[in-house]
């Protein structure tokens, strides 16, 4: 076994409870003042609510068969960290409509999705979808703190709480996935509900972004488009930069862990975090005196 599937077997995973000023967002084009990167983020945190509400349930179905002690207290902290993760966009999304956008309609359509086409499945079908969701958000949240340049431009509200939600990501990236191997196993089966999910995602993605760009009116710009595209799939952009880490999935002895991960969540701590939003340092109480 690799030693960081060892390592991460000590990780503590605990949720941060934070306090974001989102009521500081400025622009409706926050994100390097190109609406389409600012509304590809929107579409993101807009379905966040419903996703992680269905990582929950779907992880839950199966808590009682998990015997490893270990992993029971993952569990726990992963439905911990995710709730949190919805709470805090939840909150932000009610920010982004006031600059014009309309995440209600996301989150309304998004739940009828959900309610009509996943929740109805099997719960080996529910559990699988979420360890494929977990693995794309544990790469997207390496990548993240690794290239600190693909949130380059971004406010610092909405950045803050991406590089929250990207550590919180990785600490629990393997806990549906210990889940699924632990009481299910059946890889053939989880490979084929990826490339479902991938398909899915990039369509819901897609179709998000420009639903949001044009509930904001601020859509007739060219030159966003291709700020978009480049940042999205040019040299160094997310697509290309993914294509390896998504594909480490269908290999034989893969595990979330098997090449560590570890240093992001140091690297996070270090350089990134900000004390004074989470509620349990004494930078916080400082700030807030109550
Ligand atoms: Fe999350
Ligand atoms: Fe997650």
Redesign the pocket.
């Given at each position: 076994m690799s030693k960081f599937i060892d390592d991460h077997q000590k990780l503590e995973i605990k949720p941060r409870h934070m306090d974001f000023p989102f009521g500081s967002l400025k622009k409706v084009k926050f994100f390097d003042n190109n609406i389409y990167k600012s509304a590809f983020m929107v579409g993101m945190s807009a379905g966040?609510p419903v996703g992680?509400g269905e990582f929950l349930a779907s992880v839950r179905n199966y808590r009682d068969q998990v015997t490893s002690p270990n992993l029971k207290k993952q569990v726990k902290g992963f439905i911990g960290?995710?709730g949190h993760?919805s709470h805090q966009h939840i909150k932000i999304n009610e920010e982004l409509d006031r600059l014009g956008y309309n995440t209600k309609k996301i989150d309304r359509s998004f739940r009828k999705t959900n309610e009509k086409y996943i929740v109805p499945r099997s719960n080996k079908f529910r559990l699988a979808h979420t360890v494929c969701y977990e693995h794309l958000?544990g790469i997207m949240g390496e990548f993240a703190l690794d290239q600190p340049k693909l949130l380059e431009g971004m406010e610092d509200p909405f950045k803050d709480l991406m590089l929250w939600?990207c550590v919180?990501?990785v600490e629990h990236k393997s806990v549906a996935y210990d889940v699924y191997m632990e009481t299910v196993g059946d890889l053939k089966y989880l490979h084929r509900v990826m490339m479902l999910t991938i398909t899915l995602l990039s369509f819901r993605l897609t179709k998000y972004m420009f639903s949001m760009a044009f509930t904001s009116k601020n859509w007739a710009s060219l030159k966003d488009l291709s700020g978009f595209i480049s940042w999205m799939f040019g040299k160094g952009g997310m697509w290309r930069s993914l294509r390896k880490p998504f594909m480490e999935f269908f290999k034989e002895g893969f595990h979330p862990w098997a090449d560590g991960g570890l240093e992001f969540i140091e690297k996070w701590e270090r350089e990134l975090a900000r004390p004074e939003q989470n509620k349990s340092t004494k930078e916080y109480r400082l700030a807030n005196p109550s």
């Open positions: 966040f992680e960290q995710e993760h958000t939600h919180e990501e």
